[in-house]
C-alpha cells in the first residue's frame, strides 16, 4: 500500500467526528480529550504508561514508547490530524510523522521546546532577557558557576524533567559533587540557573490556527 503523504495545509479544517491523534497521555491530553469529545472529536493516542491519564477518555491508546517508529505510524493511519500534549515526545518521530499525517505544529518548535538550552537561546535570539544561566558539562565547570551565581541556584537536566523532576536546588557548595553525580546519570547536558527575585508570575497561554488566527489568554498570579 503506498502510505499518502498528508502535507501542511492552512484550509484543512478537521470536522466533528474526525479523529485527533495525540502523542502523550498525560493530565493536559485527557483535558483535550474531554473537552474535544464534547464537541464530537475521536481520539487515540500514544504513550509507553499503560491506562494512561488520556487513554483512559480516549478511543483507542496505543502502549508503546515515543520513540517507537511502528507504533507511531499506527498512530497516523488512524488519526485524521495528530499534536503533541506534552515536550517530551520525541522530535524525530514527530518529524517522520509529518511525511506520513497532518501535524499543524510541526516538530521545530517541539525540538527547541523540550531542551532547555536550546529553549534559553531560541528566548534570547528573539530579544527577551532569561534568567542567568550556564552549559554544565564537569564537575569543575559546575563549582565555578555555583560560586558565580551564589546559592541557592539550580541544576537542572536540559531534557526530560518536568514537575521537579531532573532538577536539585543548591543551597550550599559541598552538595555540588552530589548534584552532579546525581543529574549528570541522566545522560543529557545540564544547566544551572541562578535564582532571580521576583514580584508576580504571568502565564500566557497563545493558540494559532492554521489560518494565522491568533489567540491568547493572560493569567497573573502575585507572589509574596
Given at each position: 500500500?503506498?502510505?499518502?503523504?498528508?502535507?501542511?495545509?492552512?484550509?484543512?479544517?478537521?470536522?466533528?467526528?474526525?479523529?485527533?491523534?495525540?502523542?502523550?497521555?498525560?493530565?493536559?491530553?485527557?483535558?483535550?480529550?474531554?473537552?474535544?469529545?464534547?464537541?464530537?472529536?475521536?481520539?487515540?493516542?500514544?504513550?509507553?504508561?499503560?491506562?494512561?491519564?488520556?487513554?483512559?477518555?480516549?478511543?483507542?491508546?496505543?502502549?508503546?514508547?515515543?520513540?517507537?517508529?511502528?507504533?507511531?505510524r499506527e498512530l497516523a493511519e488512524l488519526?485524521?490530524?495528530?499534536?503533541?500534549?506534552?515536550?517530551?515526545?520525541?522530535?524525530?518521530?514527530?518529524?517522520?510523522?509529518?511525511?506520513?499525517?497532518?501535524?499543524?505544529?510541526?516538530?521545530?518548535?517541539?525540538?527547541?521546546?523540550?531542551?532547555?538550552?536550546?529553549?534559553?537561546?531560541?528566548?534570547?535570539?528573539?530579544?527577551?532577557?532569561?534568567?542567568?544561566?550556564?552549559?554544565?558539562?564537569?564537575?569543575?565547570?559546575?563549582?565555578?558557576?555555583?560560586?558565580?551565581?551564589?546559592?541557592?541556584?539550580?541544576?537542572?537536566?536540559?531534557?526530560?524533567?518536568?514537575?521537579?523532576?531532573?532538577?536539585?536546588?543548591?543551597?550550599?557548595?559541598?552538595?555540588?559533587?552530589?548534584?552532579?553525580?546525581?543529574?549528570?546519570?541522566?545522560?543529557?547536558?545540564?544547566?544551572?540557573?541562578?535564582?532571580?527575585?521576583?514580584?508576580?508570575?504571568?502565564?500566557?497561554?497563545?493558540?494559532?490556527?492554521?489560518?494565522g488566527r491568533l489567540r491568547a489568554s493572560?493569567?497573573?498570579?502575585?507572589?509574596?
Amino acid at each position: 500500500m503506498t502510505r499518502e503523504t498528508k502535507a501542511y495545509d492552512p484550509s484543512k479544517v478537521i470536522a466533528p467526528g474526525g479523529t485527533i491523534g495525540v502523542l502523550g497521555g498525560g493530565q493536559l491530553g485527557r483535558m483535550l480529550a474531554l473537552a474535544g469529545r464534547a464537541m464530537g472529536y475521536r481520539f487515540v493516542t500514544l504513550d509507553p504508561t499503560p491506562d494512561a491519564p488520556c487513554g483512559q477518555v480516549a478511543d483507542k491508546q496505543i502502549t508503546a514508547a515515543y520513540h517507537d517508529i511502528q507504533a507511531a505510524r499506527e498512530l497516523a493511519e488512524l488519526a485524521d490530524v495528530i499534536t503533541y500534549e506534552f515536550e517530551n515526545v520525541d522530535a524525530e518521530v514527530t518529524s517522520l510523522l509529518m511525511k506520513e499525517s497532518y501535524v499543524p505544529q510541526g516538530s521545530q518548535l517541539l525540538y527547541t521546546t523540550q531542551h532547555r538550552l536550546r529553549e534559553k537561546r531560541a528566548i534570547e535570539a528573539a530579544g527577551v532577557q532569561v534568567a542567568p544561566y550556564a552549559e554544565i558539562t564537569s564537575l569543575d565547570g559546575l563549582r565555578e558557576a555555583v560560586e558565580r551565581f551564589g546559592t541557592p541556584c539550580v541544576l537542572k537536566t536540559a531534557t526530560g524533567g518536568y514537575d521537579g523532576k531532573g532538577q536539585w536546588v543548591i543551597r550550599t557548595p559541598e552538595e555540588v559533587p552530589e548534584a552532579y553525580d546525581t543529574l549528570s546519570k541522566a545522560g543529557t547536558e545540564l544547566v544551572l540557573e541562578q535564582f532571580v527575585h521576583f514580584s508576580k508570575e504571568l502565564s500566557v497561554i497563545a493558540a494559532r490556527s492554521p489560518q494565522g488566527r491568533l489567540r491568547a489568554s493572560l493569567r497573573r498570579r502575585m507572589c509574596m
